[in-house]
Every structure is written in C-alpha cells, then in structure tokens.
T-cell receptor
Framework: EAGVVQSPRYKIIEKKQPVAFWCNPI?????LYWYLQNLGQGPELLIR????????DSQLPKDRFSAERLKGVDSTLKIQPAELGDSAVYLCASSPHEGPDTQYFGPGTRLTVL | TQLLEQSPQFLSIQEGENLTVYCNSS?????LQWYRQEPGEGPVLLVT?????EVKKLKRLTFQFGDARKDSSLHITAAQPGDTGLYLCAGDHGFQKLVFGTGTRLLVSP
C-alpha cells in the first residue's frame, strides 16, 4: 500500500512569493491533516479535513494561507505571500477514521523563505 | 501553543544504555500516542495508550500512561543506534484533535 505522498520535497523561494504544496493521502482515508513543524519541535495542526469539508481550520493563518481538498482526495496548501517566518516543514497526514486514531504522515515539504 | 512538555529536549547516549523520556501536561487526555521521526521523514506511530496507569511494551520500548492521564513516559532499554530520532508524544483531548509535545531528540552512538 502506498503511503502519503507529498510534493515537492523541498522548496526555496523569495519572501513575498507564492508557494503551493500538494498531498495525496492513502487511498480510502477520509481524514486529511496539514501540519507545520519547526526544526526539532512537534507538529502543529493547521487544518483538518473530513472528506472535502474543512472541519478544523482554527490554527490556519487565513490572511496568507489557504487550503483545498477538492473531491475529498488530494489536497493543496498555499501560502501567498510567503514570509521569512514561514520557513518550516509542512507535513500532510491522513487517517482512515474520523478523529486522530492512527495518523499516517507523509515525508513533508521543507520550505525555505529567503 | 504547546500543551505537552517533553523532557529532556536532547539526549546523547552510548549504545547499550537505558533512557527515559517524559511527557507532561496539566490537561487530561483521553488517549496519548508516541511517535518517532527520522530526519527527512514524517512521524511514525509507535503506540497508543488509553487507560490511566496502562503500560505497553514494544520490544525494548516501554510506554506508561499516568494514572491521571496527564503524563506519560517512554523507557528504552539497551538503546541501539537505530533508536536515534525525534520522539514525540501527542495527546488527544477527545475533540478529534492531536496536540503534539515539544519533542525529544535522541542520539545513540555506537
């Protein structure tokens, strides 16, 4: 069974530029999460989807971050415009059930904003 | 806001030594999970503990959930270089949302 796929794995951009990350969850997993992880720290939830509905986006900075999960499968996380402080690893995870249960993480996208 | 504090933040030991990592909170959790993350990869679930006082063993790893379900510990016996990584605890308040701890970076040298 294929795991959670994320792309790109690395991205370097200038500040104020836009950037997008893509996630393909494990087939059949209805719940999808986007996390932000700073170096050496634990992931922090940005948004959680149940199918195509964003059920928890309270931690998503909506002035510059947006996300979508069309058709309840793949998801895209966008930042526009990026700031220096956005440099981090962006992790996508999926789960077969509603709620945390067992989350399966992708390898993440490491973003560097110059 | 990180509600789960892990200690120590960093641990460097020799192969064969024992170690314990602690995960503490002032909040009660309905369950608590432990993950290990290697460089360039996402966290991988090791165990989920649900009942206060519960102890689970996974080969050389022993996980304990506090009686009050506010804290947990991970004990590794006879650490090996393959145990190197970032260890993360994550608590579930029952609102379908995991809160991750601050992380403990373990380095086991041959």
């Amino acid at each position: 069974e294929a795991g959670v796929v994320q792309s790109p794995r690395y991205k370097i951009i200038e500040k104020k530029q836009p950037v997008a990350f893509w996630c393909n969850p494990i087939s059949g997993h209805n719940t999808l999460y986007w996390y932000l992880q700073n170096l050496g720290q634990g992931p922090e939830l940005l948004i959680r989807y149940e199918n195509e509905e964003a059920v928890d986006d309270s931690q998503l900075p909506k002035d510059r971050f947006s996300a979508e999960r069309l058709k309840g499968v793949d998801s895209t996380l966008k930042i526009q415009p990026a700031e220096l402080g956005d440099s981090a690893v962006y992790l996508c995870a999926s789960s077969p059930h509603e709620g945390p249960d067992t989350q399966y993480f992708g390898p993440g996208t490491r973003l560097t904003v110059l | 806001t990180q509600l789960l504090e892990q200690s120590p933040q960093f641990l460097s030991i020799q192969e064969g030594e024992n170690l314990t990592v602690y995960c503490n909170s002032s909040s009660v959790f309905s369950s608590l999970q432990w993950y290990r993350q290697e460089p360039g990869e996402g966290p991988v679930l090791l165990v989920t503990v649900v009942t206060g006082g519960e102890v689970k063993k996974l080969k050389r790893l022993t996980f304990q959930f506090g009686d009050a379900r506010k804290d947990s510990s991970l004990h590794i016996t006879a650490a090996q270089p393959g145990d190197t990584g970032l260890y993360l605890c994550a608590g579930d308040h029952g609102f379908q949302k995991l809160v991750f701890g601050t992380g403990t970076r373990l380095l086991v040298s041959p």
